[in-house]
C-alpha cells in the first residue's frame, strides 16, 4: 500500500518509539488526513516484528467503528470480527465499559496493541476524575501486564477542561504528541482540501415587543449581548435559516456542474429543526433531503446509503460526526447550537478528506456569525495565513422583513417578544487591505461580503 508522506514518517516514528521500549504512543492528525490508514499499517508492522498478535479498535460510535473495521481488514487482511481465527476486535468505548472483567482478563493474556480513536472522548487520568469511558480505559491500561496503545485524534483536548486518558502533558499543559500532522501540512501537501469558513450575518436585527416597542441590533454578536436571546431562537429565525440554505445551495449546485456526485451536510441542532430545515431545502431544491437522526431507523445503513449515492444533501442531528468518511462530501452549514471549538473542528473535518477527483479542493462551512464560532475560524485563520488579504463588498438587496413568535419562555425572559431580521440596501464597495503573519506559512484570503439581504464573512485559505 502506497503511504503518504506523513503516514510514512509517523509509522517509522512510532516502530522507533515501540522497538525503544516504549508501550505508548499518541498521534495528532488533522480530520481527513488518514489516521485509520496509518493505525493499521503500524499495526501490520507491529505483528511483523512480533510486538503484538491482537489488536483491539475502539471508538466512540459504531460508525466509527466500521470504518476502522474495514481499513484494518483491508491492510492487514485478517479478520477483525473477534472470532476464532480472526486478528483482532472492534468495539465502541461503550463497549469496553460493558465488557467482563473476565473477557478484559483473556484479552490481555495476548500480545495486545490497543488502538484508540478519536481519544478526546475519554477524560481524566485517574479513576477519581475519569468519566465513565476514561475510567475503563484506566482499568484497561493499569493492569499488571499494561498493553500497547496507539492514540489517535485530530483535536486532542476536550471542552470540559479534564485531561484525555492515555494523552502525556507538557509543563503548559499541552498534550505532549509524539507526532503531530497539523492542518497546515495537510493543505500544503495537497493532503486536505482547503477550508473555507462563511459567516452569515443579518445586516439588521430587530426584536419587537408585545407593546409594538422595537430594537434593532446590526450583527448577531450585538443582538445575543444585548437581548440575552437564546442561540436556538435564531437558528430557528426562518428568513435567516431560508437564506443561509440558499447560499449553502448555491454553493453546491456550483461544484455538482463540474461533479455531480458532491454533497452537502447540514448539521441541526435538534429533531425538530431538522424537520424545518428539510422543509426549506424542499421549497429550494425541488428535491427531498435525507434525514439521519437518533430516531433514524438502523441509522447506520442510511448514512452508509447516502455515502454510496450522489444524492446532494443530508441533514444530521448528532449523526455524522468524527470520524465519518464520507468524502463527497465539501459543503457543510454548522447550525448546530453547540458553540465549542472541539465540536467547530470535528464539523469542519467532515468536509476536509479530499477525493482524486476532485476539481475543486476546497472545503466550505458556512456558519451564523456567532462571536464564539467567528472566534474559532479567526484562530484558524492564523494557523495558516503569511499573507492576509482583507477584502469588504457589499452587494445591494432589497428590503425584507419577517418576525417568528417565540414558543418557548426559555428562550427569553417575555416569551412574546418577536424577534425579526431586515435588510438594508447599500452601495457595492470594495476595501483591500494587506497584513502580514510572519510566523504563518501559506496564504489566506478573508473577504466580508454581503449575500443580498445578509452579510457574509469569507475566511478563505489558498
Request: net charge neutral; charged share 20%; aromatic share 6%.
Amino acid at each position: 500500500m502506497k503511504l503518504r508522506h506523513w503516514q510514512s514518517q509517523c509509522l517509522d516514528a512510532a516502530m522507533k518509539h515501540y522497538q525503544s521500549g516504549h508501550r505508548q504512543f499518541d498521534c495528532l492528525a488533522t480530520p481527513g488526513a488518514g489516521k485509520s490508514v496509518f493505525a493499521a499499517v503500524t499495526v501490520k508492522a507491529m505483528l511483523y516484528v512480533g510486538l503484538v498478535d491482537f489488536v483491539l479498535c475502539i471508538a466512540p460510535s459504531v460508525t466509527v467503528i466500521n470504518g476502522l473495521k474495514s481499513t484494518f481488514e483491508k491492510v492487514l487482511e485478517q479478520p477483525m470480527d473477534g472470532f476464532l481465527g480472526s486478528i483482532g476486535l472492534t468495539l465502541t468505548y461503550q463497549g469496553l465499559s460493558s465488557m467482563s472483567p473476565g473477557m478484559i482478563g483473556r484479552l490481555l493474556q495476548q500480545r495486545l496493541i490497543v488502538v484508540l480513536d478519536e481519544i478526546h472522548h475519554c477524560g481524566g487520568h485517574d479513576r477519581h476524575n475519569a468519566t465513565y469511558w476514561g475510567a475503563s480505559l484506566i482499568a484497561l491500561m493499569q493492569h499488571n501486564t499494561p498493553p500497547y496503545t496507539l492514540s489517535l485524534s485530530g483535536t486532542p483536548w476536550r471542552t470540559d477542561e479534564n485531561y484525555v486518558t492515555s494523552l502525556l502533558y507538557d509543563h503548559n499543559l499541552r498534550p505532549n504528541m509524539q507526532f503531530s500532522y497539523g492542518l497546515n501540512d495537510a493543505v500544503k501537501e495537497g493532503v486536505s482540501r482547503t477550508p473555507s469558513v462563511h459567516l452569515i450575518d443579518s445586516s439588521k436585527w430587530k426584536v419587537i415587543e408585545p407593546d409594538h416597542t422595537t430594537r434593532s441590533h446590526d450583527s448577531l454578536k450585538q443582538l445575543l449581548k444585548d437581548e440575552n436571546l437564546a442561540y436556538q431562537h435564531v437558528l430557528e429565525e426562518s428568513l435567516f435559516l431560508s437564506n443561509i440554505l440558499h447560499y449553502a445551495n448555491e454553493k453546491l449546485v456550483t461544484l455538482r456542474q463540474d461533479c455531480s456526485d458532491v454533497g452537502g451536510l447540514i448539521v441541526a441542532s435538534s429533531i425538530k429543526h431538522a424537520t424545518q430545515i428539510q422543509r426549506l431545502l424542499i421549497t429550494i431544491t425541488q428535491q427531498e433531503p435525507w434525514v439521519v437522526t437518533s430516531d433514524t431507523d438502523k441509522s447506520h445503513a442510511v448514512i452508509q446509503r447516502f455515502r454510496d449515492s450522489s444524492a446532494p444533501w443530508l441533514i444530521s442531528v448528532g449523526m455524522v460526526s468524527e470520524g465519518t468518511d464520507i468524502p463527497r462530501l465539501q459543503v457543510c452549514c454548522h447550525l448546530s447550537r453547540i458553540c465549542t471549538e472541539l465540536h467547530f473542528r470535528q464539523v469542519l473535518g467532515r468536509i476536509l478528506r479530499k477525493r482524486p477527483k476532485d476539481n475543486h479542493p476546497q472545503a466550505t462551512l458556512i456558519v451564523p456569525a456567532h462571536p464564539e464560532l467567528s472566534e474559532f475560524a479567526a484562530i484558524l485563520k492564523a494557523e495558516i495565513p503569511e499573507h492576509v488579504s482583507v477584502v469588504w463588498r457589499k452587494k445591494k438587496g432589497g428590503s425584507l422583513i419577517t418576525s417568528v413568535n417565540s414558543s418557548n419562555d426559555t428562550l427569553k425572559p417575555n416569551p412574546e417578544t418577536n424577534l425579526t431580521s431586515q435588510a438594508t440596501e447599500s452601495s457595492d464597495v470594495a476595501e483591500p487591505l494587506t497584513m502580514r503573519n510572519t510566523e504563518a506559512t501559506s496564504k489566506a484570503l478573508v473577504a466580508l461580503t454581503s449575500y443580498g439581504k445578509f452579510e457574509k464573512e469569507v475566511l478563505r485559505f489558498t
